[in-house]
């Protein structure tokens, strides 16, 4: 009952930049949180940036200072700006939501299908 759609993957050269979009729908009381993960191939998924319905803001380390995550709460939408990519950064990304479905419920992750970044040298 909750969907949440990425866009905004694709091929970049080293230096570049791109911006994600995950819009999350259905069934929506709220959301607390959002977030991107990444996934490369023989690595566990690690978490990139999370952004609370507050504007509070968490970055790995190894991204800080080149990317940025904003919300449009109205839109339930959250943006990942990546700048300065890296090879390193390959990876199929991946949008959370920290969702509360009525006003009386708690609240449950859900992840989008991942979109796939890739940088190339």
């Known amino acids: 009952q909750v969907q949440l759609v990425e866009s905004g993957g694709g091929l970049v050269q080293a230096g570049g930049s791109l911006r994600l979009s995950c819009l999350a729908f259905?069934?929506?009381?709220?959301?607390?949180?959002m977030g991107w993960y990444r996934q490369a191939p023989g690595k566990r998924r690690e978490l990139v940036a999370v952004i609370t319905s507050g504007g509070s803001t968490n970055y790995v380390d190894s991204v800080k200072d080149r990317f940025t995550i904003s919300r449009d709460g109205a839109k339930n939408t959250v943006y990942l700006q990546m700048n300065s990519l890296k090879p390193e950064d390959t990876a199929v990304y991946y949008c959370?939501?920290?969702?509360?479905?009525?006003?009386?419920?708690?609240?449950?992750?859900?992840w989008g299908q991942g979109t796939q970044v890739t940088v190339s040298s």
């Open positions: 959370n939501a920290d969702v509360r479905r009525t006003s009386y419920s708690g609240t449950s992750d859900y």
């Open positions: 259905g069934s929506i009381f709220s959301i607390n949180a």
